[in-house]
């Protein structure tokens, strides 16, 4: 088709290729910089339980304050951070604010679990993945109050990621198979017995609330949860109609913008922390 118009049409597509590319290496080099100045940020989503509608745990998820493009969210910079590799010191840094956020936080007033998103390159990278294991090595038991979501993304080796997966519980973390229903929605994974929480994809949410034989096939996944003693967490709650469905699947615990929003770290410090009662809010696959 280009051919047929001749030479100019290469020249046209070899330069908007370049633009592309140039667009890139200074998105590229600006993330580098931001990693290197800790100006990326997170912001900090409950987790709510179901019948008492306390926190039970929260979800850092990062943003990043670009110089020229304003607050960026992961869509935005995650697929070139994942083609960079730049993923990885993302991830570290993620683990790093959890860790110090774990480390100095009063036990008699939060008890809340602390979830951070990696991405499972880091299972593959023997450097990476030994940095991980050190880092969380050095917090000792306060390791026990942190979760660390996988999704299924870029998972080929099951046995490897399940042997991972086994290797940081045996420290202490929690594991969680997010984004579930999104991708292949794999069994393996489900039955590995190394799986602390399972979060049922938002899109699988909405079509359960639309539909009578999605909200039977999800009900069925939280009941396999319950018998592998995971947990089933629904992500995505908008409405009272879909907090509803996902009662109704038997879930006791979700996360969505009806029952909390992501707030910034220093919201997140201020008022989340002191609505926190001392009670016990641990997460448990038991109903009250
Ligand atoms: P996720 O882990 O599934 O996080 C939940 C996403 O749902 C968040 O998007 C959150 O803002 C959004 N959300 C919150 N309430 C609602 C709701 O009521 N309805 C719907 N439809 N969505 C809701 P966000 O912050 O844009 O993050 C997108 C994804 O980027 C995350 O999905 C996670 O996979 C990834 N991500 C975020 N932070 C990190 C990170 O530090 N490292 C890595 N590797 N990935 C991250
Ligand atoms: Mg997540
Ligand atoms: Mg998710
Ligand atoms: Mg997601």
């Known amino acids: 088709q280009a051919k047929n118009k001749g030479r100019g049409r290469y020249v046209l ?26 100006s990326l940020e997170f912001v900090f989503q409950p987790v709510v339980n179901l019948s ?24 935005d910079f995650l697929e070139m951070a994942h083609d ?9 840094q993620a683990v790093a604010h959890a860790c110090e956020y774990l480390q100095h936080r009063d036990l008699s007033k939060d008890k809340a679990l602390i979830s951070v998103n990696l991405s499972s390159r880091i299972l593959c990278d023997e450097t990476a993945f030994a940095q991980l294991l050190e880092t969380l090595s050095s917090i000792g038991d306060t390791v ?5 979501e996988f999704t299924e993304k870029g998972i080929d080796n099951i046995e490897q990621v399940v042997g991972c997966f086994a290797t940081l519980r045996a420290l202490g973390v929690r594991i969680a198979l997010d984004d ?9 994974l489900l039955y590995s ?11 699988l ?61 220093d919201e997140f410090y201020r008022q989340l922390l002191a609505e926190l009662s001392a009670e016990d809010v641990t997460l448990t696959n038991r109903a009250s």
């Open 52 to 75: 008492s509608n306390e926190v039970a745990a929260v979800e850092a998820l990062v943003r990043w304050q670009h110089p020229n493009l304003g607050l960026l969210k992961p869509a």
């Open 180 to 188: 579930f229903g999104a991708g292949i929605a794999s069994l393996a």
């Open 144 to 148: 026990q109050g942190l979760i660390l």
């Open 193 to 203: 017995g190394e799986l602390d929480f399972v979060k049922v994809d938002a899109k």
């Open 84 to 92: 960079t590799g730049l993923i990885l010191q993302i991830d570290k």
């Open 205 to 265: 949410i909405h079509r359960a609330e639309q539909d009578l034989a999605q909200r039977r096939f999800a009900t069925s996944i939280v009941n396999i949860g319950h018998e592998q003693g995971f947990i089933v967490i629904a992500e995505g709650i908008e409405t009272e109609l879909m907090k509803e469905t996902a009662e109704t699947m038997g879930c006791l615990f979700a996360q969505g913008q009806l029952l909390a929003e992501a707030v910034s770290s």
């Open 13 to 38: 597509f070899d330069q908007s290729l370049h633009t592309k590319l140039i667009d890139q290496l200074n998105q590229e080099s600006e993330l580098r910089k931001a990693l290197k100045e800790g």
